[in-house]
């Protein structure tokens, strides 16, 4: 079982991205999802998260308004649509799961709970 993190890469200040986490060996419908971004010199921080299909989304104070979580159960992926990039969110972004569905809210989730752990894809955004 894997999650496989991808869609980073280097883009002005005001572009997008879409970050995609794809699946293998397991269903990504029926866990949630975490996706996490850390900055040089920074510790990790939860960016965007859901419990399960039926909870809310989070989304940190920072990405409010300009992300959205998605998701495409024909590929087995989630996906991460940032838009107006700033250069503040330049950092590495990686997707977890805590291969299980919450009722929790997903924010307070100690890392602990996310049991599995894409690569990480790289987040580049100049000024």
């Known amino acids: 079982v894997q999650l496989q993190a991808s869609g980073g890469g280097l883009v002005q200040a005001g572009g997008s991205l879409r970050l995609a986490c794809a699946a293998s060996?397991?269903?990504?419908?029926?866990?949630?999802v975490g996706w996490f971004r850390q900055a040089p010199g920074k510790e990790r921080e939860v960016v965007a998260c859901f419990g399960s299909r039926e909870s809310a989304t989070y989304y940190t104070e920072s990405l409010k308004g300009r992300s959205i979580i998605s998701s495409d159960n024909a590929k087995n992926t989630v996906y991460l649509q940032m838009n107006s990039l700033e250069p503040e969110d330049t950092a590495v972004y990686f997707c977890?799961?805590?291969?299980?569905?919450?009722?929790?809210?997903?924010?307070?989730?100690?890392?602990?709970?996310?049991?599995?752990w894409g690569q990480g894809t790289l987040v580049t955004v100049s000024s």
């Open positions: 060996g397991f269903n990504l419908d029926h866990v949630g």
């Open positions: 977890a799961t805590p291969m299980t569905s919450q009722t929790t809210p997903c924010q307070y989730y100690p890392e602990e709970w996310y049991e599995l």
